[in-house]
């Protein structure tokens, strides 16, 4: 099952904020786990890619000291409302995710 | 074409594996797999390593169009806010550097299409450290510093 | 653990004197709540629903940046679908609550005269399961996969009172017994450090031990539960902080939704009286 991607978008500023949270352990390899005594591989979201009606406005390389449940915010010049906003994300091992709305 | 992709796409249309080959990625435009993740500069150990992974060679001015919006003291070293904003023009990228992290390179995004220069995240920081952050505007690179403290302990449960 | 023991000499811990067994839970309410009110002259009454943001500006400017997209909305997203979703028999949670379980947990805890206990919500949400042929969330001590889940079923259940104000029924017999117990618990010393919840909550809220521990204040403690505290990453419930917050003083944690818990919930929501739902919330 697909992991939870929301997203929401407000005015801020005479610009559109576009706020991204993400289920995701983002595991940066070097916890151990108590049980195993094992360090638990790096589980983190690698890309995540922001459009605006399908065209790319920001692509986000991110590193494993995002925090645990990942937000991330973008700022938007000249959107309108009822412009689509999609939020697609993939991580190291492979798995992927996306959410949309509307400004 | 890529060696890769060649013969890939040879045994997938013979075993009908093109679905998983995409979603590995191995089937994207040549333009696309250059914009992979950034490994090096992600494991760069040094803000001097990482700025040239990233960036390349060439130093970072210091801006005042640059604005952290961090805590001063962190309430919890796992989840620390910052955002950044800049009034800086034609914004490109903006990037994000933990001094005292062991690999100081949080993340970097690449802007473009109306984006405005501002980026905001939730990062770990493993102790008090200062925070870098840089934006290329124009083909030239600018810095912004701030410090955020970070206070291991007390009663956690 | 030297470090807050030194702390708390320099900061001159006074010990209230715990209120007379006799008043009534009307005059307690009353004196608790005067007591943060002279205390914190500026602070406004409602501000006590944030926890220890209400006393801590420091740490208030990063709350507000979380709750601009708080970490808790995935666990509450979890929440929300098993609240949503039918039983095996076609009901679901809604049918087992007055008023489909809308406006009503400003009254949790409360006093069940016909089973003789104080009933949480996460009681009456397993109970609800149970009715229904069910299985219910079991082992919350240990296994904490169930307990967060249960924590976030009861996190949406509260989301459906936001904002209604704390209001709890001590009118039943037997009630002010069980509310007295929970007073007891509350002012009463344990553990090796030999802390009273009143020494943190009371005496010193608003003040930061050992350097990174701020002391909420006792006042409003509850409304913000089943909560996601920074240092937790999860929604968890209030028994959980309960048992988290003994350890802290060396004391023996006591069972989930065993007696002692739920009579201490009575007794520090019958001392929010007045203030706003604001479950789910950050914590620290």
């Known amino acids: 099952m697909a992991r ?74 000249g959107a309108k409302a009822g412009d689509k906003v999609k939020a697609s994300w993939t991580d190291n091992k492979g798995e992927s995710g996306n959410a949309e709305t509307s400004v | 074409m890529n060696v890769k992709r060649r013969t890939l796409l040879k045994g997938t249309l013979a075993t009908g594996a093109l679905g998983l080959a995409a979603a590995a990625g191995i089937l994207k435009p040549a333009r696309v797999l250059a914009a992979e993740w950034p490994k090096n500069a992600f494991e760069a150990k040094t803000v001097d390593e990482a700025l040239k992974d990233v960036y390349g060679a060439g130093q970072a001015t210091q801006s005042k169009d640059i604005t952290i919006k961090a805590p001063i003291q962190a309430e919890n070293g796992a989840v620390v806010p910052i955002s950044v904003e800049t009034k800086l023009p034609n914004v490109e990228s903006i990037g994000i550097m933990v001094k005292e992290n062991a690999t100081p390179l949080i993340a970097t995004v690449a802007l473009s299409n109306g984006a405005a220069g501002y980026f905001s995240a939730r990062m770990k920081m493993a102790k008090t450290s200062d925070v870098n952050v840089y934006v290329k505007s124009g083909g030239k690179l600018y810095s912004a510093t701030q410090q955020i403290k970070v206070t291991v302990g007390g009663c956690g449960g | 653990m030297k470090k807050i023991l030194i702390g708390l000499a320099a900061l001159g811990i006074v010990n209230l004197a715990p209120v007379a067994v006799h008043a009534s839970p009307e005059s307690d309410l ?93 009681l009456d949400l397993n109970d609800c399961l149970k009715r229904n042929g069910e299985s219910e969330f079991t082992n919350l001590d240990k296994d904490q996969k169930a307990r967060v889940q249960l924590a976030q079923l009861a996190a949406y259940f509260y989301t459906l009172s936001k904002g209604e104000r704390v209001k709890i029924d001590l009118s039943k017999p037997g009630a002010v017994d069980a509310y007295e117990k ?52 999860r929604l968890e419930t209030l028994h959980q902080r ?36 604001t479950a789910p919330a950050m914590r620290n």
């Open chain 1, 4 to 77: 939870l991607t929301k997203i929401k978008t407000r005015a801020k500023n005479g610009a559109t904020e576009v706020l991204v949270l993400v289920n995701h352990p983002m595991e940066t390899g070097q916890r151990v786990d108590p049980k195993t005594k094992q360090k638990i591989p790096a589980h983190f979201i690698q890309k995540m890619t922001i459009e605006l009606n399908g065209k790319p406005v920001a692509v986000a390389d991110l590193g494993v000291a995002i925090s645990k449940d990942p937000l991330v915010g973008v700022m938007i010049n």
């Open chain 3, 30 to 122: 009353k004196q608790f709540q005067d007591h943060f009110k002279k205390k914190f002259p500026d602070v406004p009454f409602d501000e006590y629903a944030n926890g220890l943001y209400a006393l801590n500006p420091v740490y208030r400017a990063q709350w507000e940046s979380y709750n601009e997209f708080p970490p808790f909305e995935i666990g509450l997203e979890e929440g929300k679908k098993m609240w949503e979703k039918p039983f095996k028999n076609g009901k679901t949670f809604a049918s087992c609550f007055k008023n489909g379980g809308a406006k009503i947990a400003q009254h949790y805890p409360y006093w069940d005269e016909q089973t003789k206990m104080v009933r949480t919500a996460e």
């Open chain 3, 182 to 233: 929970g007073k007891k618990y509350y002012w009463a010393r344990r553990g090796q450090l030999n802390f009273a919840c009143s020494h943190c909550h009371v005496d010193l809220a608003g003040k930061n031990l050992g350097g990174n521990q701020p002391l909420s204040a006792g006042l409003g403690h509850p409304v913000g539960w089943p909560a996601q505290r920074l240092e937790w990453g």
């Open chain 3, 242 to 277: 309960y048992a988290t917050c003994n350890k802290q003083v060396r004391a023996q944690p006591l069972k989930h939704n065993g007696e002692e818990y739920r009579d201490l919930q009575l007794y520090e929501t019958y001392m929010s009286t007045g203030l706003p739902l």
